[in-house]
């Protein structure tokens, strides 16, 4: 089983900045299976990023993902309102697939 | 537009099983497959499997072999969990996916909340 381990737990911020999310697995993610999600209190989670690094339909382009086998990222380039929250990482390459514990970032 | 529409909350006895729907539309439902996630209160997501809704194939988490079946009505474009001997721990929001197996899970239905509890 891939085991993914989210950092930071939380990320304090101020809208406008910059918030850099990391995902590491502990074997190689095969062929960037690598997604990325956020979900808001009381809502699904919603698809960010596939394939590692592309923007899920509707997606801002402020939200960007890159990395390959063991190493991923999520960037908000300049946080809104709206985009605080909780992200997850999930690798659907091998079973099972897993997720990441979560990176809440929270309104500093 | 693709939605994916869940059943309601239901409240269980240890013991008892529950079946939970998600009733598909807007796209043709066996092009994609199902995957079913489940989140314990205040909790993370935790992928419990996936079905084909082409031929039916399965893959489940270990953890939960012997005690859940997916399956699918392509009459109806419903998928459908079923989760049996339930515990306490099983209390959790069981959301449906259009995705997995190397596809990835692009939308979601709205979540559906179990409860077990004597």
């Known amino acids: 089983e891939i085991v993914l381990t989210q950092s930071p737990g939380t990320l304090s911020l101020s809208p406008g900045e910059r918030a850099t999310l990391s995902c590491r697995a502990s074997q190689s993610v095969s062929s960037s299976y690598l997604a990325w999600y956020q979900q808001k209190p009381g809502q699904a989670p919603r698809l960010l990023i596939y394939?590692?690094?592309s923007r899920a339909t509707g997606i801002p382009d402020r939200f960007s993902g890159s990395g390959s086998g063991t190493d991923f990222t999520l960037t908000i380039s300049r946080l809104e309102p709206e985009d605080f929250a909780v992200y997850y990482c999930q690798q659907y390459g091998s079973s099972p697939e897993t997720f990441g514990q979560g990176t809440k970032v929270e309104i500093k | 537009q693709v939605q994916l529409v869940q059943s309601g909350a239901e409240v269980k006895k240890p013991g008892a099983s529950v079946k939970v729907s998600c009733k598909a539309s807007?796209?043709?439902?066996?092009?994609?497959?199902i995957s079913w996630v489940r989140q314990a209160p205040g909790q993370g997501l935790e992928w419990m499997g996936w079905i084909s809704a082409y031929n039916g194939n399965t893959n489940y988490a270990q953890k939960l072999q012997g005690r859940v079946t997916m399956t699918t009505d392509t009459s109806t474009s419903t998928a459908y969990m079923e989760l049996r001997s339930l515990r306490s721990d099983d209390t959790a929001v069981y959301y449906c996916?259009?995705?997995?197996?190397?596809?990835?899970?692009?939308?979601w239905g709205q979540g559906t909340l179990v409860t077990v509890s004597s």
């Open positions: 394939g590692a690094s």
């Open positions: 996916a259009r995705g997995g197996r190397h596809f990835h899970s692009d939308y």
């Open positions: 807007g796209y043709t439902f066996t092009s994609y497959g």
